[in-house]
């Protein structure tokens, strides 16, 4: 997780929470500084940048006066840059906001440019970022517009909107900018989650951590196997958020394309049975506070025979195969470690629900599914999401979902998580969520 940024500006001593408004050359400018005032009745210190573009459609002047601050709108200014201000700005906040967002700068943002203020600060931040995009409905819809998105909701960023409605350019459609008390209330939550982040880190610290990851393979002959989707992402990206908040952390992976997270212990299988033996090993070798069960273990299991089939052989030699159902190591876990200082044990549960229901009943059916697996299981924490949309799941780079957690008395409390985010983001919320149900009390 990105440590927050600590520079402050001249005269930002009030403590308020940090918003840098980036305002794009989008017709949608001419809320900004509505958008601003609702930003600072809602106790935040704004501070704009304008794109050269957005300078022609609202006044730098009505929004430095709303703002109480000069706006910032040049890159290459030798009054601000004496002390590298475009850096101290990038330092500065603790949410950037841009507000509208052109197709323009999605781009320029998605490709890593720095031509300027805003797209140089984008660059340049740590903060997280959340865009309200707003334009012509082909322009949003637009593949290029859609493929810049998505690379930037998969490094982090949140967007908000656009809404569908009649457009300035006179099509109906979807592209206007999110009413901007909506978006400001957006920003206050990823604010107020991002403190909570903030508070539970200490919680973390020197606790151990086993996380399972990835599929696992169930061979049938000396080659051929049996596996699912999972890339291993979520998996990963808990592993990785634990220990950037110093948590002691075990990665038992299963076969994937992806890098160690810096200072993380890894122990790679590739059966059902190596996990379990492993996820134990890991168990045994110290006191664990928390199992993060995210592999997709494969639920097939068979003895497969010894040599690689020869393909007239194969249909046959399958038909004999004696199929089993595979040990469901998370469920044989907890019945195994049962006293009073075992570790917490959280499940992840990827479901399917038919297509064309609405929002509610899909909520409710996975919500009724994931309650039936934390108690079957005995877990003490489930996070459930949806798979076979997009945006979801296995091989997505964004995931969202619910974390359901249980009290002793056996209460179980339900926390959805919002519009997808990348994994690494929804790890940091998890992590959050999970030391405030699992340890309260233990905080910063
Ligand atoms: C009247 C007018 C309205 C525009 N509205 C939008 C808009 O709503 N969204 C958008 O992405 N581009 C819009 N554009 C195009 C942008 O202004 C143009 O792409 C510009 O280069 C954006 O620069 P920026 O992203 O650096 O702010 C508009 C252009 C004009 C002339």
């Given at each position: 997780?990105?440590?927050?940024?600590?520079?402050?500006?001249?005269?930002?001593?009030?403590?308020?929470?940090?918003?840098?408004l980036i305002v794009a050359g989008g017709i949608a400018a001419y809320k900004a500084p509505e958008l601003v005032r609702a930003l600072i009745a809602a106790g935040c210190a704004v501070q704009?940048?304008?794109?050269?573009?957005?300078?022609?459609?609202?006044?730098?002047?009505?929004?430095?006066?709303?703002?109480?601050?000069?706006?910032?709108?040049?890159?290459?200014?030798?009054?601000?840059?004496?002390?590298?201000?475009?850096?101290?700005?990038?330092?500065?906040?603790?949410?950037?906001?841009?507000?509208?967002?052109?197709?323009?700068?999605?781009?320029?943002?998605?490709?890593?440019?720095?031509?300027?203020?805003?797209?140089?600060?984008?660059?340049?931040?740590?903060?997280?970022?959340?865009?309200?995009?707003?334009?012509?409905?082909?322009?949003?819809?637009?593949?290029?517009?859609?493929?810049?998105?998505?690379?930037?909701?998969?490094?982090?960023?949140?967007?908000?909107?656009?809404?569908?409605?009649?457009?300035?350019?006179?099509?109906?459609?979807?592209?206007?900018?999110?009413?901007?008390?909506?978006?400001?209330?957006?920003?206050?939550?990823?604010?107020?989650?991002?403190?909570?982040?903030?508070?539970?880190?200490?919680?973390?610290?020197?606790?151990?951590?086993?996380?399972?990851?990835?599929?696992?393979?169930?061979?049938?002959?000396?080659?051929?196997?049996?596996?699912?989707?999972?890339?291993?992402?979520?998996?990963?990206?808990?592993?990785?958020?634990?220990?950037?908040?110093?948590?002691?952390?075990?990665?038992?992976?299963?076969?994937?394309?992806?890098?160690?997270?810096?200072?993380?212990?890894?122990?790679?299988?590739?059966?059902?049975?190596?996990?379990?033996?492993?996820?134990?090993?890991?168990?045994?070798?110290?006191?664990?506070?928390?199992?993060?069960?995210?592999?997709?273990?494969?639920?097939?299991?068979?003895?497969?025979?010894?040599?690689?089939?020869?393909?007239?052989?194969?249909?046959?030699?399958?038909?004999?195969?004696?199929?089993?159902?595979?040990?469901?190591?998370?469920?044989?876990?907890?019945?195994?470690?049962?006293?009073?200082?075992?570790?917490?044990?959280?499940?992840?549960?990827?479901?399917?629900?038919?297509?064309?229901?609405?929002?509610?009943?899909?909520?409710?059916?996975?919500?009724?599914?994931?309650?039936?697996?934390?108690?079957?299981?005995?877990?003490?924490?489930?996070?459930?999401?949806?798979?076979?949309?997009?945006?979801?799941?296995?091989?997505?780079?964004?995931?969202?979902?619910?974390?359901?957690?249980?009290?002793?008395?056996?209460?179980?409390?339900?926390?959805?998580?919002?519009?997808?985010?990348?994994?690494?983001?929804?790890?940091?919320?998890?992590?959050?969520?999970?030391?405030?149900?699992?340890?309260?009390?233990?905080?910063?």
């Amino acid at each position: 997780m990105a440590e927050t940024p600590s520079v402050a500006v001249p005269g930002d001593r009030s403590g308020r929470r940090r918003v840098l408004l980036i305002v794009a050359g989008g017709i949608a400018a001419y809320k900004a500084p509505e958008l601003v005032r609702a930003l600072i009745a809602a106790g935040c210190a704004v501070q704009v940048v304008l794109t050269p573009a957005a300078r022609a459609f609202v006044s730098e002047l009505s929004l430095a006066v709303v703002s109480t601050r000069p706006v910032r709108s040049s890159l290459l200014d030798p009054a601000e840059e004496g002390r590298v201000g475009h850096i101290e700005l990038a330092d500065w906040p603790d949410l950037v906001l841009v507000a509208p967002g052109t197709a323009d700068l999605l781009a320029r943002a998605a490709a890593g440019l720095a031509d300027d203020l805003a797209a140089t600060v984008l660059l340049a931040t740590r903060a997280p970022v959340m865009w309200a995009p707003a334009m012509n409905t082909n322009m949003w819809q637009h593949p290029a517009t859609q493929h810049n998105l998505a690379t930037l909701r998969a490094r982090g960023a949140d967007f908000v909107g656009p809404d569908r409605g009649s457009l300035a350019c006179g099509w109906i459609g979807e592209g206007r900018m999110i009413d901007p008390a909506q978006l400001v209330a957006a920003a206050l939550e990823r604010l107020d989650h991002l403190a909570q982040e903030t508070a539970s880190a200490g919680a973390w610290s020197g606790r151990r951590v086993v996380v399972s990851a990835g599929p696992t393979r169930t061979y049938i002959d000396q080659v051929r196997f049996i596996a699912n989707a999972s890339t291993g992402a979520m998996g990963f990206a808990l592993a990785g958020a634990a220990r950037a908040l110093g948590a002691d952390v075990t990665l038992v992976a299963g076969p994937v394309e992806l890098a160690t997270p810096p200072g993380v212990r890894r122990v790679d299988v590739e059966t059902a049975a190596q996990m379990h033996a492993a996820i134990e090993a890991a168990i045994v070798e110290g006191p664990t506070d928390l199992v993060a069960m995210v592999a997709a273990v494969s639920d097939l299991d068979v003895d497969p025979v010894p040599d690689k089939l020869e393909k007239a052989a194969l249909l046959p030699a399958l038909a004999g195969l004696r199929w089993r159902v595979g040990v469901d190591i998370l469920a044989a876990l907890t019945a195994r470690h049962t006293a009073a200082d075992r570790p917490r044990f959280l499940g992840f549960a990827a479901q399917t629900v038919a297509d064309g229901l609405d929002a509610q009943t899909v909520e409710a059916e996975l919500l009724r599914l994931a309650r039936l697996k934390l108690i079957a299981k005995r877990v003490d924490a489930l996070f459930v999401n949806r798979v076979g949309v997009p945006g979801l799941g296995f091989a997505s780079p964004t995931n969202a979902g619910y974390l359901l957690t249980r009290d002793p008395s056996g209460a179980i409390a339900v926390d959805p998580s919002g519009p997808p985010v990348a994994k690494d983001r929804l790890a940091g919320w998890l992590l959050a969520r999970l030391s405030a149900a699992l340890w309260p009390g233990a905080s910063a």
